[in-house]
């Protein structure tokens, strides 16, 4: 059993910036594949980042050059950089944890005002 927490998320002024914390449970973190996906209201959850065991990464579009995904295996902990923020990206962002089967997190909100 895997259990993810978040933190990092609030409200901040476009062109800001902010950093998702996903702290995971388990000693297999470092086998994981571990991304980070977002639910605007009214709208399909999204993939936006992930990374892989090995540190491969893969982006959305719509956050390429700005946002920054990255994994600290000694703290069992993904990170999520997000730089010039917009308004679309305002969401709930949520961890996402595979090994062998899916594991989220609760999600932490994420607001950016114009």
């Known amino acids: 059993q895997v259990q993810l927490v978040e933190s990092g998320g609030g409200l901040v002024q476009a062109g800001g910036s902010l950093r998702l914390s996903c702290v995971a449970s388990?000693?297999?973190?470092?086998?994981?594949?571990m991304g980070w996906y977002r639910q605007a209201p009214g709208k399909q959850r999204e993939s936006v980042a992930v990374?892989?065991?090995?540190?491969?990464?893969n982006y959305a579009d719509s956050v390429k050059g700005r946002f920054t995904i990255s994994r600290d295996n000694a703290k069992n902990t993904v990170y999520l950089q997000m730089n010039s923020l917009k308004p679309e990206d305002t969401a709930v962002y949520y961890c996402n944890a595979l090994i062998r089967m899916d594991y989220w997190g609760q999600g932490t909100q994420v607001t950016v005002s114009s």
């Open positions: 990374i892989s065991s090995g540190g491969i990464t």
């Open positions: 388990g000693k297999d973190f470092r086998f994981a594949s």
